[in-house]
């Protein structure tokens, strides 16, 4: 329990001097490299850091909880703590449990954050800061499919809940049937409600004798059940940083309705596994290492571990944008390397478990 409790507490404070440094770099680099386009404005260039070291949390915690665990094991070999440790009993999986225990405690943290929205979308938030000068922009001329209608938004407002210049076009068997138009729409009680519309209808019959097309006016009507302001901003505009919970309702939603969901299966995999590489890497490379500082080469060491874990997380990050952009499945990209990694882990740990 000694050794649990000392090897932990390294851990964590090795942990927490490498992200803030990391994360620190990341966003003092990203001001000096914008401090020119953001607005005067005090509030919102501290708003815009806010949200660039949320992004940059996102980005450097699973990457900082392997370089901390390569610090503290560099520490305890020079120390010859890790050697005392064994010469008192411990085996190599006992003292590895800690940093696993931590560094997943963490990780579970951390997925947890990616419930609030303004942690999973901190990187759209401060982009719009720095070219809008406001951190959520309207999106525009949004256009999609919604249970064989195809519907227009000339301009959508996600925090007033509401839209302006709606189309409603109703299709039959290929031909065009009818055109809604209103000036607004709010979204209240899982429907968007729309005040006053014209429905425009064109008649089967399109012959000379035909009573032509019609202009009626339509008071309180309701258009897209459960189609929140917030999903159709991200899912449309081909967004992929999405919350636990605009994520699920969004792919349960399109799911339903047969449409494609690869971007939103990539965003779920990519907060709920994606993260889990950081402890699976800290236990191949605790088991690759001797356990004494004379059978090690530490500076070779620190250069090797480094370079591999940073050539995994890029390897990583290349596939979650290459499945973002439908280049390759979201599985293929995200779920593959993990298991991978995983299977040799575990190998490793099995290895060395019977061993001792």
């Known amino acids: 329990m000694l050794a649990y409790k000392y090897i932990a507490l390294h851990y964590l404070k090795y942990f927490s001097v490498i992200l803030l440094a990391l994360v620190l770099f990341m966003v003092g680099f990203d001001y000096m490299g914008n401090a020119d386009a953001l607005s005067k404005s005090a509030n919102l260039v501290l708003i815009y850091l806010v949200y660039k070291t949320f992004f940059a949390i996102d980005m450097l915690l699973p990457i900082s909880l392997v370089f901390g665990m390569i610090a503290t094991k560099i520490y305890l070999i020079r120390s010859n703590a890790l050697v005392s440790f064994y010469s008192l009993g411990y085996s190599r999986v006992d003292a590895l449990k800690p940093f696993v225990v931590v560094a997943s405690l963490i990780i579970f943290l951390f997925i947890s954050l990616h419930a609030f929205t303004k942690f999973s979308r901190a990187q759209e938030y401060a982009y719009n800061i720095r070219v809008h000068g406001k951190y959520l922009n309207p999106s525009r001329d949004l256009f999609f499919i919604h249970k064989g209608q195809y519907i227009y938004f000339s301009k959508l407002l996600p925090i007033q809940e509401k839209a ?193």
Request: hydrophobic letters at 50%; aromatic letters at 14%.
């Open 164 to 356: 302006l210049g709606i189309r409603v076009f109703e299709v039959n068997n290929g031909s065009l049937k009818s055109i809604l138009t209103a000036k607004e729409a709010h979204y209240e009680d899982n429907f968007w409600r729309i005040k006053s519309a014209d429905v425009i209808t064109k008649p089967d019959d399109l012959s000379f004798g035909s009573s032509g097309i019609s202009v009626t006016e339509e008071k309180e009507l309701k258009i897209l059940e459960d189609f929140r302001p917030k999903m159709l901003d991200q899912v449309y505009l081909g967004q992929v940083d999405f919350t636990i919970s605009d994520a699920y309702e969004a792919y349960k939603l399109l799911s339903s309705q047969g449409v494609e969901t690869s971007n939103i299966r990539g965003a779920l995999y990519r907060i709920f596994i994606y993260p889990f590489f950081a402890p699976i890497l800290i236990v191949i490379i605790f088991f690759l290492v001797p356990i004494s500082v004379r059978f090690l080469n530490v500076s070779f060491f620190s250069f090797g571990a480094i370079l591999s874990t940073l050539l995994v997380w890029g390897m990583l990050y290349m596939l979650i944008e290459l499945s973002n952009h439908k280049t390759i499945s979201s599985e293929l990209g995200l779920i593959g390397p993990i298991f991978i990694l995983l299977s040799i882990a575990l190998w490793l740990w099995k290895k060395h478990r019977l061993s001792t």
